[in-house]
């Protein structure tokens, strides 16, 4: 009973219920471990009862919890500010339910931190509790409608004298809608080749696909991958989604020759840098399938084609760079590289020094020299000194990045887009990355981050991705959170939240543990919630969160709630409180990316084929015989097939698999969603799925240029002058 109750004081899980009228119970070693990565020692009975002790006392002693929200009222009645949007005249506001607690006489101070200024002021606030009695303020003027969206410093001091320091987050009540419905593509960037990228989709190809679909095709939005920092390797991990840092993007994106510095290479170093070119060519074409074996050559190599090779491509890029970092700024471009420094400050530092000694010794810090694993020690410190041009020539290469993702979103918004690009964040980071090692105190050391499990996965799921730590996320005021999302958003238009649900709780698994032995932990969804919807803002950035898979009652509601938007799958989207038949399009939620597909899916045409069900059977990932599979996938096809027939989307009956491609798009257009989102390997009919889950080497996730139907990899050129592309969006622009 003890633990059970420590547990709860700590937000961990002593059970779960996987379905509805299901309650599985977790084994209290998994418990005691859980509570181990939070600093909790439970190992014996003992210790149980000290830690319950000090943490009842601790939560009975406190005034204030670490974090406190303050929303804005709702319908645009935002707080009175002297800086930035959202002034208003006094209105009272819920206040956060913490300060009904505080004691008669209690002063409160709030040091104000002005939206987008250094500078501060404290206000002085009445003693708030004899007026809570409804929760509401009811003093005219209020000194808390006055306060600004921001991350403020809340003090108290009860009349014993006791005091305590809080963080209080003042939020807008929604994030940002989109202006308008609209739609759009979904594209792995890396998938994306034109004739000019160097073996993997660039920064410049998003740029030129954002401008050719906003002015052509009246495409709202362009959704990418996150371009997060991979950890380099060998070979490196090619999933996006296991990234190094999602603070900062991966260099392995830009466009070489759209760096200014390029065109001021002379002598020597541009014969060199001409050589690195011609060797970029002959690596796309390679991809491609279109080098000195003639026209189409490699498509039949290993069934998939010549690879999209990202340390290849990075290979040619780093000597590239290495090259243009000793051509000196211009005085303009000087300046402007400090002050992106200076912006930046500990944290591109912090970055920078981790690249420049995983140039030194290796990848993986957890193995490096001991002092080098902290990245406050003296050790460390001295590394920084000796290491300074690494350091800097990698800040160098976060600037570049970031320039050229300021180029691609300013792209897309003269181009007319309603929302522009949307960015993707990825659940976690690589154990061993960047950001592991910068924010080592903030991730629970021995855990990582999975799935229960399902109904689809029996064995449940370990990512291999450390979770933050809920306390000292809310100790610190959710700074590192607010750091991530401040640098995702500076070029978004929106951001897509993968496993959204991790605002909420997520799946720890204690090292060397199945996942079936993992529990749930909770996060302060109000203050994860708040911080996002406060950074959305500032940007005027939409939110879309990925909100497939098992989701806990609630969650769906308090997202809906704040404006962030959920995602709706066609082949998902059935009556499953009735009939089980598929969802009418006038039925599906308004508040969502309505899609077809996703990367981790078959592509449409796959579905319409069954040539994903023989793709599963080659690499023997099926646990039933291939004709029952291939049964039900064929009942299922058709009877979309036959619902699209009878809401008159298929005119002329089932069609041929173009046409009907394009009824499901039609159904999609039918919906209520305020954003609809094609795949765009649907537009040309690639058969292959971008990431095949539950496979490593059996397979090429992340490595596949867009094809056609018959497997030819497709430059960006021929994709926007494909007719089979055009006949799409004509129905997109029609409906």
Not at 194 to 206: A, E, F, K, Q, Y
Request: net charge negative; charged share 20%.
């Amino acid at each position: 009973m003890g633990l059970a109750r420590l547990a709860e004081l700590h937000g961990v899980a002593t059970g779960y219920a996987p379905s509805p009228g299901t309650d599985v119970p977790v084994p209290d070693a998994t418990v005691v471990s859980v509570l181990a990565a939070l600093g909790v020692d439970a190992s014996t009975p003992a210790a149980v009862s000290a830690a319950l002790s000090s943490a009842e006392s601790a939560a009975g002693s406190r005034l204030l919890p670490p974090t406190l929200v303050l929303w804005s009222p709702p319908d645009g009645a935002g707080p009175v500010t002297t800086e930035g949007p959202g002034a208003a005249e006094d209105v009272d506001r819920p206040l956060p339910a913490a300060l009904t607690a505080l004691p008669a006489g209690s002063t409160l101070r709030v040091e104000v931190e002005y939206w987008q200024s250094a500078r501060g002021e404290t206000v002085e606030l009445p003693c708030v509790a004899p007026v809570l009695a409804t929760t509401r303020v009811s003093a005219t003027p209020s000194a808390w409608a006055r306060l600004p969206l921001g991350v403020h410093r809340l003090s108290a001091e009860a009349p014993d004298g006791r005091t305590e320091q809080a963080v209080l987050v003042v939020a807008p009540d929604r994030v940002p809608g989109p202006p308008a419905r609209t739609h759009g593509f979904l594209v792995q960037l890396y998938s994306l080749l034109s004739t000019r990228s160097w073996g993997m989709g660039d920064l410049g190809d998003l740029a030129e696909l954002a401008t050719w679909s906003g002015r052509s095709l009246g495409a709202g939005f362009v959704q990418i991958n996150p371009l997060h920092a991979a950890v380099p390797g060998a070979p490196t991990d090619p999933s996006p989604y296991r990234p190094s840092s999602r603070r900062f993007p991966d260099p392995v994106h830009l466009r070489i020759e759209a760096v200014p510095e390029y065109a001021y290479v002379h002598g020597p170093d541009r014969e060199r840098l001409d050589a690195l070119v011609e060797k970029a060519a002959a690596l796309r074409e390679a991809v491609l399938g279109k080098g000195d074996k003639g026209e189409g050559a490699g498509t039949q190599s290993g069934g998939y084609g010549e690879l999209i090779d990202r340390d290849a491509v990075w290979e040619l890029k780093r000597a590239a760079l290495e090259i243009l970092d000793r051509v000196p700024l211009g005085p303009g471009r000087h300046a402007d590289y400090c002050d992106f420094l200076a912006a930046q400050g500990p944290a591109l530092e912090d970055h920078a020094t981790w690249c420049a000694l995983a140039e030194v010794h290796g990848p993986r810090w957890r193995a490096w020299p001991e002092g080098l694993r902290d990245p406050r020690s003296a050790e460390t410190s001295a590394a920084r000194a000796r290491l300074l041009d690494r350091i800097d020539f990698h800040s160098r290469l976060a600037w570049l990045t970031d320039g050229q993702l300021a180029d691609a979103s300013q792209a897309a918004r003269e181009a007319g887009m309603a929302v522009g690009i949307v960015h993707d964040l990825a659940v976690g980071v690589h154990p061993d990355g960047a950001d592991a090692w910068a924010q080592r105190d903030a991730f629970a050391d021995g855990i990582s981050v999975g799935a229960p499990p399902d109904a689809f996965n029996a064995l449940g799921q370990d990512w291999g991705l450390p979770p933050w730590r809920p306390d000292v996320l809310a100790a610190s005021g959710y700074a590192p959170y607010r750091g991530l999302l401040q640098g995702l958003l500076r070029h978004a238009g929106a951001l897509r939240i993968d496993h959204v649900m991790g605002l909420f709780r997520l799946w720890w698994v204690p090292q060397g543990q199945p996942p079936t032995h993992g529990t749930y932990v909770r996060y302060d969804a109000e203050a994860m919630l708040a911080v996002l919807a406060l950074e959305a803002h500032r940007t005027g950035a939409v939110v879309i969160g990925e909100d497939l898979g098992t989701v806990e009652p609630g969650v769906r509601e308090a997202l809906e709630r704040r404006g962030v938007l959920g995602t709706s799958v066609l082949w998902f989207e059935r009556d499953w409180d009735g009939t089980g038949r598929p969802l009418p399009p006038e039925s599906w939620r308004e508040g969502c990316v309505a899609t077809a597909t996703t990367h981790d899916l078959p592509s449409t045409a796959a579905r319409l084929t069954g040539e994903h069900v023989e793709l599963r059977h080659r690499l023997g990932l099926l646990t039933r015989p291939l004709e029952q599979e291939q049964s039900e996938e064929h009942a299922e096809v058709a009877e979309w097939l036959g619902f699209l027939a009878r809401l008159g989307l298929l005119p002329g009956g089932d069609g041929d698999e173009e046409e009907n491609i394009r009824a499901f798009y039609r159904f999609l257009m039918r919906t209520p969603a305020r954003m609809v989102g094609v795949w765009l390997p649907d537009a040309v009919g690639d058969r292959r799925p971008q990431n095949l889950p539950g496979t490593w080497d059996q397979y090429p996730n992340w490595r596949l240029p867009v094809a056609d139907a018959r497997g030819r990899p497709m430059t960006l050129e021929e994709l926007t002058a494909s007719p089979r592309l055009h006949r799409l969006a004509e129905v997109l622009r029609g409906a």
